[in-house]
């Protein structure tokens, strides 16, 4: 199969990749990184796991590759900002620092090519659980960790039925009660902080759920992550911004060879 054409955009929004971690999805990251070529790339957070790398070392070739490709990227041109969030908080440490192309901050204000400026921030300081329960945090990611283990099992089974990846996580989340509610406080919370900071909208991570909605007239948009959703916020050079959600792209193509093939096949009958 051929290499997908490199798209070109202003600016590319990833966060929660989570590498060290088994349920990274580096490989889908990966195809990203190979489809779109960015002016700008903002990391918004939660890139390195470093809670689930000092319980063990995991990092396999593929997650490598994506490092790999960020810095070739940074290399011809590329500007990176890296935003830390509560996984890679080790990061903080170098706040304010410039590595060439690469600036580690806390938060950022972007403006996009029609004027319009965005709070970017991770968000988890506005995690109550994060913030001022750490304990409670670390038995959640466990949690988290398990139910992952359970969409690798589900997912295998769905491979070798031809379907598309699902997640069972992701799906469980979005119908508890109580995640719902933290959900919305979340978004709430950072909607007021984008308010105070006198920018149209905010641009966050952290919580694993994509999304772009009015909050009481400030735009909230979540990249989501690549663990679950694979899914990043895109801009424009028109100052446009959208959610792709690259699992969805890559089963529009397949379903749009099999019907080329199907077509191919019923004309040479």
């Known amino acids: 199969m051929s290499e997908p054409d490199m798209t070109r ?4 929004f990833i966060s929660d990749v989570h590498l060290g971690t088994a349920g990274c999805k580096a490989e889908l990251l990966l ?25 063990g070392w995991y990092w396999p070739q593929i997650q490598n590759d994506v490092v790999q490709k960020l810095l070739r990227k940074v290399r011809k041109g590329t500007n990176l900002i890296y935003i830390p969030g509560n996984h890679d908080e080790f990061l903080r440490d170098y706040i304010g620092v410039t590595f060439g192309d690469i600036r580690i901050v806390d938060r950022a204000i972007h403006r996009t090519a029609d004027g319009t400026d965005y ?29 992952l283990w359970g969409n690798g099992v589900l997912n295998l089974v769905r491979r070798k039925l031809g379907l598309p990846y699902w997640s069972l ?24 902080e984008a308010r105070k ?15 772009d909605r009015d909050m009481d007239g400030v735009r909230y948009l979540n990249t989501g992550d690549w663990v679950e959703s694979c899914t990043a916020l895109i801009e424009e050079y028109d100052g446009r911004l959208s959610i792709l959600r690259l699992t ?17 096949i019923a004309r040479a009958a």
């Open 119 to 147: 709070l970017v921030i991770h968000g988890d300081e506005f995690d109550v659980v994060v913030a001022h329960a750490r304990w409670l945090a670390h038995l959640g990611d466990w949690a988290y960790e398990t139910a």
């Open 31 to 55: 195809e990203l990184l190979r489809r779109y070529d960015a002016d700008t790339i903002y990391l918004v957070g939660d890139i390195i796991d470093g809670w689930r790398l000092k319980s």
């Open 9 to 12: 955009i202003r600016t590319l």
């Open 197 to 211: 900071s006198g920018t149209f909208g905010v641009i966050c991570g952290h919580i694993h759920h994509a999304a």
């Open 248 to 264: 969805e792209v890559l089963e529009a193509e397949r379903q749009g060879r099999a019907r080329t093939e199907a077509t191919a």
């Open 169 to 192: 996580s992701a799906w469980a989340k979005l119908k508890v009660k109580n995640a719902v509610n933290y959900i919305g406080d979340f978004e709430r919370y950072l909607a007021e």
